[in-house]
């Protein structure tokens, strides 16, 4: 099994900046795709900023320029480094991976994970 904790949200004003953790943990061989989503009250999960294993990036359009995502492969983190954060950015993130997990068999199977989420609200 493997497991996503992600740390960092919190309360900041319109303009300030926070950065988002994820660590990946547990049955891991490898890990592809890791990417932040995010849920306001109300509304759908979203992609928010993702990552390729060789660092290509990929942002939604109302963060670019303003939101970076990192990784580390070498600790199974993921980062999202936030600046000028606005009102509409107040929402729940969390963190995603797929990662490819070898079982005692010897059999290899990517699976999807996520996060339990972490909030972050902007106030004006």
């Known amino acids: 099994q493997v497991q996503l904790v992600e740390s960092g949200g919190g309360l900041v004003q319109a303009g300030g900046s926070l950065r988002l953790s994820c660590a990946a943990s547990g049955n891991i061989f490898n890990i592809n795709d890791m990417a932040w989503y995010r849920q306001a009250p109300g509304k759908q999960r979203d992609l928010v900023a993702a990552i390729t294993s060789g660092g290509r990036t990929n942002y939604v359009n109302s963060v670019k320029g303003r939101f970076t995502i990192s990784r580390d492969n070498a600790k199974n983190t993921v980062l999202l480094q936030m600046n000028s954060l606005k009102p509409e950015d107040t929402a729940v993130y969390f963190c995603?991976?797929?990662?490819?997990?070898?079982?005692?068999?010897?059999?290899?199977?990517?699976?999807?994970?996520w996060g339990q989420g972490t909030q972050v609200t902007v106030s004006s």
């Open positions: 995603n991976a797929k990662v490819e997990t070898s079982t005692r068999t010897g059999y290899h199977y990517v699976a999807n994970y």
